[in-house]
């Protein structure tokens, strides 16, 4: 048993050094592309470097987009765990935000305390997530539809009707863009912590992050969860249900993508203006990935991508770097992170000299049995 812990502490440490180690080389190439491409690299590489940190403006909003990427990086860890690549993560994100906006403007206004009305409408993005997350799941379970493609055409057909809310049922018509009318005060989360003006939605992303690790590793549920995902014959051979825990999972999934569209409007729009999905639903993607859908290390992952998404924006603005090479680093992190045999190889033999050290210890041990006994 003690072999085996040591065997698994190793495994644990390797895997977070393995993600370290990709976001390090990620990092390193994105350094080097900006040394190749820009005409004051010297300079381009302090601004993508300390431009995130520059001011108390741009620390704020490094946090506040780490908000979206750690809400949807827990709910991309559901769908992971049990290997369900349900996408539908995207449309919820932005139809949560277009229905709690409506439901706040349209219904509850300012009658409400925002001690009633915040958590009224996270509730509200939550069963938004659950009913869309239950399409593709439930045509996966019963008519073995592949939950990729059914939940990336369902993110076009949702998007077009969040839209249509938008033009049709929300838009002040009194302004020049298209947008709803003012979000009430009781909906708009208050900013904390002075010059940072950080919105409070960090607050509600990590609570989410402690209760879904609660779930995941303290709870028979998550354990169940993560066997199905590990070993789904084994879960069968065990008895467990893998298709109920594996749709349980998505649509748990799908709440938290709901209360993260919730979430950004409440923490960061004075009005619902999206026309287009934000693209978090699939950061979220990215970040579970980065984490290796462990909830616990999501705000690592998220906060990061945020650094990087920050710092891109200040070389674009103040120089003569496109923002689009972000693209780049993030596709490095992927291919680096996902790759099973990143690092394998010192794992094993971590492990196999753990192995050797504890056998020759057996050995010894037995060897000075013999020899108490003559």
């Known amino acids: 048993m003690k072999g ?12 977070v050094v393995r993600i370290v180690a990709g976001m390090a080389i990620a990092y390193g190439v994105a350094l080097l592309i900006l040394f190749l491409i820009s005409d004051d690299p010297a300079f381009i590489i302090k601004q993508f470097i300390l431009g995130p940190f520059s001011s108390p403006r741009r620390i704020g909003s490094m946090i506040n987009l780490a908000v979206p990427f750690i809400i949807c990086g827990i709910s991309m860890c559901f769908m992971y765990a049990v290997n369900k690549f349900n996408l539908i993560g995207e449309s919820i994100f932005m139809l949560a935000g277009c229905i709690i906006s409506f439901v706040g403007i349209k219904i509850i206004g300012n009658a409400l305390p925002m001690i009633v009305t915040v958590p009224l409408l996270l509730i509200v993005g939550a069963l938004v997530g659950v009913v869309l997350a239950f399409i593709p799941a439930i045509m996966d379970r019963k008519l073995n539809a592949n939950v990729v493609v059914v939940s990336l055409m369902l993110n076009s057909v949702v998007a077009q009707f ?8 929300m838009r002040d018509t009194t302004i020049g863009m298209t947008a709803s009318e003012l979000i009430p005060e009781s909906m708009q989360l208050p900013t904390i912590f002075g010059k ?7 607050i509600i992303a990590l609570i989410l992050v402690i209760i879904v690790s609660i779930v995941f590793f303290k ?15 084994f879960a069968k051979a065990v008895g467990f249900s893998t298709l109920g825990v594996s749709f349980a999972a998505q649509l748990l999934g799908g709440a938290i993508a709901g209360i993260g569209g919730a979430t950004e409007i409440m923490n960061s729009y004075p009005r619902y203006n999206w026309m287009a999905t934000t693209g978090h639903g699939f950061d979220g993607l990215l970040v579970a990935v980065l984490a290796k859908k462990n909830p616990i290390l999501v705000p690592i992952g998220a906060l990061f991508l945020a650094y990087i998404r920050i710092g891109a924006n200040v070389v674009n603005t103040s120089g003569d770097i496109p923002y689009e090479f972000i693209t780049v680093i993030q596709g490095i992190i992927i291919l680096l992170v996902a790759a099973e045999s990143f690092l394998s190889g010192t794992k094993n033999r971590l492990i196999f000299r753990e192995v050797q ?18």
């Open 162 to 169: 969040a839209i249509w809310i938008l033009r049709y049922h």
């Open 357 to 374: 050290k504890e056998e020759e210890e057996k050995k010894k041990a037995l060897e000075a049995t013999k020899e108490e006994a003559k």
């Open 219 to 233: 709870t028979s549920f998550g354990w169940k969860m993560r066997i199905v995902g590990a070993n789904p014959h």
């Open 4 to 15: 085996s812990r040591k065997t698994q502490l190793i495994e644990s440490i390797m895997e």
């Open 196 to 202: 940072l003006k950080i919105g409070s939605g960090i």
